[in-house]
């Protein structure tokens, strides 16, 4: 745990300091107050907002200035990285060319506190002109921006945190959470799984635990593999060619064992290299999928105290994974 570091003695006094904190947690009780109450009031317009986009042939094209926009901006991301397709377009550039980013197969989404942002304007008569459909989220319902809108989503009527009520806080919070309802509502609607969304999150540690073990393993021309029937004197070489430190034994194309080292000291007598294969090997060895994701083989390989798999279809060996195929991608 990290040390908690020391306020200067003469940063705040006593009552400063519980000011300062009774402020904060004010401000975290309201934004989510605002949270709630906007949970309990979700309905008709969510879902009619989200046929919207789940049906678009193309894009969602999230708009907004300011504030607005930066909560936008991280829709549009969040959106995008769950499988549904999306851009952030800035109502400004879009009014200098940028509008020819959206086309009739979108569906806009206009993000504007008061509904009155004129920045706005063009986008919100572009869509109109051309029947592109026009989610927007607001906190008037009266607003222009609400009126023109094929949906319009309100945000509930809390208090901004600001003690002026100026600065774009409870709002901004309630917008990005808004924005999170609608993608995760359609990441499940979709089906999209942890296997796609690794597809769109290639780095950093989020990518490496969710890679498979098809993008990991060792292919069929790398493969130690014998029959029952050969002496243990012609696995051995396999063994020893392959360097993986076992051998996988194969009748009729499905691996029926293995021999490790461990199985080598075992049966270690002179008449060792004599034998078959198959009076040492060790049955129904460990295995897994292609499609297995790696961090599961890993958690098998721990539990098992193995180093490697063989990677199966159907039974039929495709592949072998080493425990150093997991150290160089990062998983342990």
């Known amino acids: 745990m990290p040390t908690v570091p020391p306020v200067p003695d003469d940063a705040f006094s006593a009552a400063e300091q519980e000011v300062i904190l009774t402020s904060a ?3 975290l009780a ?9 949970a309990a009031e979700l309905g008709r317009e969510f879902l009619a907002a989200l046929a919207l986009m789940e049906r678009a042939q193309g894009r969602v094209v999230v708009s907004g200035m300011g504030k607005s926009g930066h909560i936008g901006t991280k829709i549009a991301a969040t959106l995008a990285s769950t499988g549904t397709p999306s851009l952030f377009v800035h109502p400004a550039e879009a009014s200098h060319g940028d509008l020819g980013m959206v086309t009739t197969q979108d569906v806009v989404l206009a993000i504007s506190n008061s509904g009155e942002t004129s920045e706005l304007s063009d986008i919100i008569a572009f869509t109109r002109r051309f029947a592109i459909p026009l989610v927007a989220i607001t906190s008037r319902a009266g607003s222009t921006l609400a009126q023109a809108a094929d949906v319009a989503l309100v945000l509930p009527a809390v208090a901004e945190a600001c003690p002026h009520g100026l600065a774009p806080t409870t709002s901004t919070t309630a917008t990005l959470a808004l924005g999170d309802a609608l993608a995760v509502a359609l990441l ?3 089906g999209f799984s942890a296997s ?4 769109f999150h290639p780095g950093g540690k989020l990518g ?11 292919g069929a021309e790398a493969l ?3 029959a029952p029937t050969v002496t243990m004197a012609e696995a051995l070489l396999v063994m020893t060619s392959k360097s993986f430190g076992c051998v996988g034994v194969v009748e009729n194309d499905q691996l029926v064992g293995i021999i490790t080292d461990g199985d080598l ?13 198959g009076a040492v090997m060790t049955r129904g060895p460990k295995s897994v999928t292609p499609t297995l994701m790696a961090a599961e083989a890993l958690h098998i390989m721990n539990a098992s105290k193995v180093t490697s798999l063989f990677v199966v279809e159907n039974g039929k060996p495709v592949g072998i994974l080493h425990i150093h195929d997991l150290l160089r991608a990062g998983l342990v």
Request: net charge positive.
């Open 188 to 190: 499940e609607r979709r």
């Open 30 to 38: 309201l934004e989510a107050t605002a949270l709630t109450t906007m």
């Open 224 to 226: 130690p593999l014998c």
């Open 25 to 27: 947690r004010n401000t």
């Open 196 to 199: 796609d969304f690794r597809l």
């Open 265 to 277: 000291r075992r049966h270690m007598a002179p008449d060792l290299p004599g034998k078959a294969v």
């Open 208 to 218: 490496k635990r969710l890679q498979k073990v098809a993008d990991l393993m060792h």
